[in-house]
């Protein structure tokens, strides 16, 4: 079963550009995300594989991922206006 990546740009379409810049320009950020991006794949993949590890740990995964959001999601709207 597939599982729908939680990829910055298709959970913030409307940010789409100001991401894809920021990726660009901002090395500090394309890191962060880069790092959230190989966090969300290795989610997906316990998740699509059934990979056996603890509930804890699978909920600790999913909570560093929505805090690494979190973060993200406030430098893309802080500088939505300067890009």
């Known amino acids: 079963m597939a599982i729908a990546p939680h990829t910055l740009e298709a959970d913030f379409p409307e940010h789409s550009r100001t991401i894809r810049r920021l990726n660009e320009v901002d090395l500090d950020f394309k890191t962060q995300s880069?790092?959230?991006?190989?966090l969300d794949k290795q989610i997906?993949?316990?998740?699509?594989?059934?990979?056996?590890t603890s509930d804890q740990h699978f909920n600790e995964l999913k909570i560093?991922?929505?805090?690494?959001?979190?973060?993200?999601?406030?430098?893309?709207t802080d500088k939505d206006i300067h890009i």
């Open 64 to 76: 560093q991922r929505a805090h690494m959001k979190d973060r993200l999601y406030r430098r893309i």
């Open 44 to 52: 997906r993949g316990l998740e699509e594989r059934g990979v056996a």
């Open 34 to 38: 880069d790092t959230y991006h190989k």
